[in-house]
């Protein structure tokens, strides 16, 4: 794919989708759910209670480690074969300690790291503990991402280069005809999209509004109407609303929630030990572009998975492409955009807002978790001092 110089946008906060799902037209095999995944309802809630952009610090840190108890999702048990996380040689002192000085500075909730086959540092903060989950934001990107990765593997979707329009005909005539799901993967579609949070008009502050307005045609109403502002593939732009556009395109071409597919493709095989919450739309999928819940564990899980090639779950090489430079940043050298990853000038990896992300460094064996609540949905400043940690232990023999 043609690399494509481009801004460096503002990281992707919380977004809300929604669109029936179902097999395409055209694709009569569709999966099974691997086990039970069960429906979650949280209690009714004032409606001024559900907007997480507003909320304390204090309640962040209460409600982001128990979002199944404030938003309808699914939840999917763990592994019937979780992966152990072995312990490891502890982190030199001098480093250890930085990291805990870094874990004070921004707020963290807890802090993994994983080294060559083991844990070598692992420390929690906020109350948090080993054995609850912690709210993903955009870190879901990048499992949505890998569900791509599996649902090409598994021959529900052709081609990275087939329209968008095949799996979603809603979108035929609009903005989207002619776009590629490759395109929508690296965020190079050419169509016009608002990402500012501070703009009650922007549209993914119109999310929604497109919900109460059109329902479970919320997603495929609100992309439908986006115009064009470059030729497709030449200018990447961050859109949430993409990423719940390659949800949808998955979940069409499967049959399955996110969710559901995930149990087989992510949970599964990672050996995911504590199981995992994605929070539900209004067609009763799963958002692409964020809102999942896991525990620390499993979130280094599954950069281990990703460390490890996808085990099968995803083609052969996938990560290695999914991870990969795919658009440059000309104003950030050495960093980048792939499928839904980050790419850093040392590997890869997973951003949520407010601090949340799954860093890789596969020439290292290296994967730094980090949960937490800053005080702002994001922080360059903060992202860098955790990229610097990153590099000090991938620095070690």
């Known amino acids: 794919m043609k690399r494509i110089p481009t801004m460096l946008a503002s990281v992707a906060t919380l977004a809300l989708s929604a669109c029936s799902f179902g097999a395409a037209e055209g694709f009569e095999g569709v999966s099974e759910p691997l086990a039970a995944v069960t429906d979650v309802t949280p209690p009714e809630r004032a409606p001024s209670e559900l907007q997480v952009l507003f909320w304390s610090d204090e309640k962040r840190s209460t409600r982001f480690r128990e979002m199944e108890n404030w ?54 903060g906020l109350g948090f503990g080993r054995d609850q989950r912690w709210t993903s934001f955009s870190v879901a990107k990048s499992f949505t991402s890998t569900l791509l990765g599996a649902a090409i593997q598994d021959g529900f979707i052709a081609n990275l280069d087939d329209p968008v329009t095949l799996y979603v005909p809603g979108l035929a005539g609009s903005a989207y005809e002619g776009v590629t799901v490759r395109q929508i993967a690296t965020m190079t579609s050419g169509v016009a999209w608002n990402e500012d949070y501070t703009d009650p008009k922007s549209d993914v502050a119109q999310m929604n509004q497109f919900i109460l307005e059109f329902g479970a045609e ?15 593939g030449e200018k990447w732009l961050y859109k949430t609303g993409e990423t719940n556009l390659i949800g949808l395109v998955i979940e069409n071409a499967v049959g399955l929630s996110l969710a559901e597919y995930a149990q087989e493709k992510i949970v599964e095989p990672a050996g995911l030990a504590d199981g995992l919450f994605w929070m539900a739309d209004a067609r009763g999928g799963s958002i692409g572009g964020c809102c999942l819940s896991l525990s620390l564990g499993d979130y280094t899980r599954m950069g281990v998975f990703a ?7 995803v083609p052969e090489g996938w990560f290695a492409e999914a991870g990969d430079s795919l658009v440059d940043f000309d104003n950030n050298p050495g ?45 360059f400043a903060h992202r860098a001092t955790w990229l610097d940690i990153t590099y000090r232990i991938a620095a070690l023999d």
Request: glycine share 14%; hydrophobic share 40%; proline share 6%.
């Open 218 to 232: 919320a997603t495929v109403a609100q992309m439908r109407g986006l115009s064009r502002e470059a030729p497709a």
């Open 335 to 379: 960093f980048g955009y792939g499928y839904q990853w980050w790419t850093y000038p040392q590997g890869f990896g997973a951003q949520g807002i407010f601090g949340q992300s799954i860093t890789i460094v596969p020439e290292k064996e290296l994967v730094v978790t980090v949960v937490g609540n800053w005080s702002t949905a994001t922080s």
């Open 71 to 124: 938003f309808a999702g699914k939840e999917v048990p763990a592994s019937t074969n979780p992966r152990a996380l072995s312990t490891g040689e502890p982190l030199p002192d001098e480093l250890a300690h930085a990291i805990r000085k870094v874990i004070a500075d921004t707020n963290a909730a807890g802090v993994m790291v994983h080294h060559k086959g083991a844990v070598r540092f692992e420390e929690y």
């Open 307 to 313: 460390l490890e090639g996808g085990g099968g779950s």
